[in-house]
């Protein structure tokens, strides 16, 4: 036998070792572990690329979020400017701001970096004039 006989043998004895191995509770699967590490090498430059879409995403989803947040504001901004003008609005027209009111301060409360203090004064003088239109019954 040739050197070559023996390194196709023992190459061929290490392949059915390798596919027999497993010892009990803990399973070796070379195989797998084999075909995982092919499948990152190939799959590199998709899984670079699946970080970065992922990354943007979320940015995506952060700057959306913040978004409707500064609407939410905007919102309980203008709805206090009419009160402060003396309009008038209905019951559904404050139940929906209160929503929002509560929407606004959750956000807030998720995300201290927020700047906040631009709504408090607004959002306290809708509750009161809400509570003062329930015990007159003077809503719209």
């Known amino acids: 036998m040739s050197l070559l006989d023996y390194i196709a043998g023992g190459g061929l004895g290490l392949a059915a070792l390798l596919t027999l191995v497993q010892l009990a509770p803990i399973k070796i699967d070379p195989w797998s572990w ?5 499948g ?3 799959n590199k ?12 995403f979320r940015e995506h989803v952060r700057k959306s979020e913040e ?4 609407n939410l504001r905007t919102r309980i901004l203008r709805f206090n400017d009419e009160l402060l003008h003396d309009v008038r609005h209905t019951k559904e027209h404050f139940d929906q701001i209160l ?3 509560t929407a606004y301060n959750q956000y807030c409360a998720d995300h ?3 700047k906040n203090e631009m709504a408090v ?3 306290e003088n809708i509750k009161e004039t809400y509570m003062r239109c329930i015990k007159e019954h003077s809503f719209l």
């Open 34 to 38: 084999i075909a995982r590490g092919i």
């Open 40 to 42: 990152r090498a190939l």
């Open 45 to 56: 430059e998709v899984l670079a690329e699946h970080r970065a879409l992922s990354a943007a």
């Open 67 to 70: 978004r409707d947040a500064i």
């Open 99 to 101: 929503l929002d009111i």
């Open 112 to 114: 201290e970096d927020f």
């Open 121 to 123: 004064a607004a959002c």
